[in-house]
């Protein structure tokens, strides 16, 4: 003691060891028991730490979700959330109780009021308990027979199916198990895919939009091979015994992986796609073997309504013209599940036409038809546009003159795609657009003529100044050679003396070409040209003639000044 008191410092760092290792306590094991509650702060974990159950926040939002994911990957991808709908704010009072009559509810503050609950009706002995396996599963068993289950999380399943999991259908309740993507990367609520056994009894699975429109199928399961017909390939890389289970009680998928395979899952993501990933130790990412659709453009609603998709743009959704966001935060996060709104509303929903305008239509073209059109019975494409503009609740029309066919749709278009190969798809489609936007549209496309044609004015000019240029150049350099060519012809004989070495003249016509005239010296009849014998002579003055003999007069070469 006396050692204590003479290092306090030494007292205080046991302190917050025992506090270290009190919170490690306090959030080590797998189970909680009744009248137990877990804490904002605090984790279970798995037997063999694979898994972990707690509270997180998605990304930078502030909302506050119970849920599960990886431990051994330092990383939080979560597998399954409890209360997707309804998020915490407060997680300093948030927890997770272990009620005595069995059932597991999410509370936050001093509310007693359930976030969310497992809702069991049947009261429970004390003897339940939740533990989180290292499978993944939250189960509330009975302690004393752990293989009676009363609740589980696999039968819950958000976004993401792991090995050993169930999907399909519960004949009982009619409920079904299935995949739900989230709404975006940062709000685990429901989004608009999902991913589940079909109804019909064909044991195929199914992708929807909405839950009511399929937009991929996995095709029918072959028991004899173990695969699904439209998708032999969905079962490898590590999966085995695949299963299909049918009886009077339930109809269902299920799958293992091997004992050394890698942390395995198959995940719907808020884009529509059910990928298959297997995680990489060595690159410390998600591995991607297996997507369905094979091509987004083929993901149904993918933009939302009056979206348009455009498979050949970064960014594959855009708003039709007369069109903007529903929520410029959401489509950041690519979740267009919000579509496009109006910008200006239509003429026809003010009931008044006071200011003398009415809607127009605006000619879309190469777009692929959007679904649920009704066909109307006029007889021309006049008819047909008169037949959508007399019902407020028509907000596109197509005419097809060769059919003589009329269709119109009513409410949001959806499912609006520009194809890949840039060719035309069906016929063009006539968008309903508010007056506002008439006047906006032929502004902006003025605006496009001015800057098109400055553009083009710019360019001539360009190109103009550049051709004044050179030709300019060219004439330079050809007076150039020019004079240079008489400026050599006129001193030629100067450089043919017979007596002077041409390194003594310093008139600045050693180039290379008087050298080759210089070395035309030793031939045995020069020719020198007219101008040089001009030149030479000074115009054959008197001052240099020599005299005179039979083959005329001699002058004598003027020096060069």
């Given at each position: 003691m006396g050692a204590m008191k003479s290092k306090p410092w030494l007292l205080f760092v046991l302190l917050l060891i025992l506090s270290y290792y009190r919170a490690c306590f306090s959030i080590a094991g797998d189970t909680l028991s009744p009248g137990q509650s877990l804490s904002g702060s605090e984790t279970k974990l798995s037997q063999g730490s694979k898994f972990e159950l707690g509270f997180f926040k998605?990304?930078?939002?502030?909302?506050?979700?119970?849920?599960?994911?990886?431990?051994?990957?330092?990383?939080k991808d979560i597998v399954w959330v409890a209360n997707r709908e309804n998020p915490l704010s407060d997680p300093s009072s948030?927890?997770?109780e272990l009620y005595e009559d069995g059932n597991l509810v999410l509370l936050e503050g001093s509310s007693n009021i359930p976030v969310w609950s497992t809702n069991l009706t049947l009261?429970?002995?004390?003897?339940?308990?939740?533990v989180l396996g290292d499978d993944g599963n939250f189960v509330l068993r009975d302690s004393s027979n752990q293989n009676t289950i009363f609740w589980e999380s696999f039968d819950h399943p958000t976004d993401t199916w792991l090995p050993g999991a169930k999907l399909g259908i519960d004949k009982i309740t009619g409920k079904s198990k299935q995949l739900i993507s989230w709404k975006n990367s940062k709000d685990p609520a429901p989004g608009m895919f999902s991913f589940r056994l079909a109804r019909d009894g064909s044991q195929q699975f199914i992708l929807e939009w909405?839950?009511?429109?399929?937009?991929?199928?996995?095709?029918?399961?072959?028991?004899?091979?173990?695969?699904?017909?439209?998708?032999p390939d969905m079962l490898l890389n590590y999966i085995t015994n695949p299963s299909f289970v049918t009886?009077?009680?339930?109809?269902?998928?299920?799958?293992?992986?091997?004992?050394s395979s890698p942390?395995?899952?198959?995940?719907?993501?808020?884009?529509?796609?059910?990928?298959?990933?297997?995680?990489s130790e060595r690159f410390w990412v998600w591995n991607l073997f297996w997507s369905r659709p094979v091509n987004i453009s083929d993901v149904y609603g993918l933009c939302g309504a009056f979206g348009v998709n455009y498979t050949n743009f970064a960014n594959p959704c855009v708003c039709l013209n007369g069109f903007e966001p529903f929520s410029i935060e959401e489509t950041s996060l690519s979740d267009w599940s919000g579509g496009c709104v109006r910008k200006s509303p239509l003429q026809c929903m003010k009931n008044t036409y006071a200011n003398g305008k009415k809607d127009w239509f605006m000619k879309i073209p190469i777009l692929r038809f959007p679904v649920n059109s009704k066909a109307h019975s006029a007889v021309s494409a006049m008819n047909c546009e008169g037949a959508c503009m007399n019902d407020c609740s028509c907000t596109a029309y197509a005419y097809n003159s060769s059919g003589y066919s009329c269709m119109i749709w009513e409410g949001a278009l959806l499912n609006l795609q520009q194809p890949s190969d840039g060719g035309k798809a069906g016929q063009d489609i006539y968008l309903r657009l508010a007056a506002d936007e008439y006047q906006d549209t032929k502004k902006s496309g003025n605006k496009r003529k001015v800057w098109v044609i400055l553009g083009v004015l710019v360019t001539a000019t360009a190109i103009g100044l550049i051709l004044f240029l050179s030709i300019c150049f060219s004439r330079k350099r050809k007076l150039k050679h020019k004079h240079k060519g008489e400026e050599t012809s006129r001193h030629d004989i100067l450089l043919f003396d017979f007596s002077t070495e041409l390194h003594g003249i310093n008139d600045g016509t050693n180039t290379k070409d008087n050298v080759n005239?210089?070395?035309?010296?030793?031939?045995?009849?020069?020719?020198?040209?007219?101008?040089?014998?001009?030149?030479?002579?000074?115009?054959?003055?008197?001052?240099?003639?020599l005299g005179q003999g039979g083959f005329g007069p001699v002058y004598k070469i003027q020096p060069r000044k």
């Open positions: 998605p990304g930078t939002s502030l909302k506050i979700y119970l849920g599960i994911w990886y431990k051994m990957l330092d990383r948030s927890r997770l009261s429970r002995s004390n003897s339940t308990e939740a909405n839950r009511s429109q399929m937009y991929s199928s996995s095709g029918v399961w072959d028991e004899k091979n173990k695969s699904f017909s439209l998708a009886n009077e009680n339930e109809s269902y998928f299920t799958y293992s992986i091997k004992n942390q395995y899952r198959f995940v719907i993501n808020s884009s529509g796609l059910l990928q298959q990933l297997s995680w005239i210089r070395g035309k010296k030793d031939g045995e009849l020069p020719m020198f040209s007219y101008k040089s014998v001009l030149t030479a002579t000074n115009n054959f003055s008197a001052v240099n003639k």
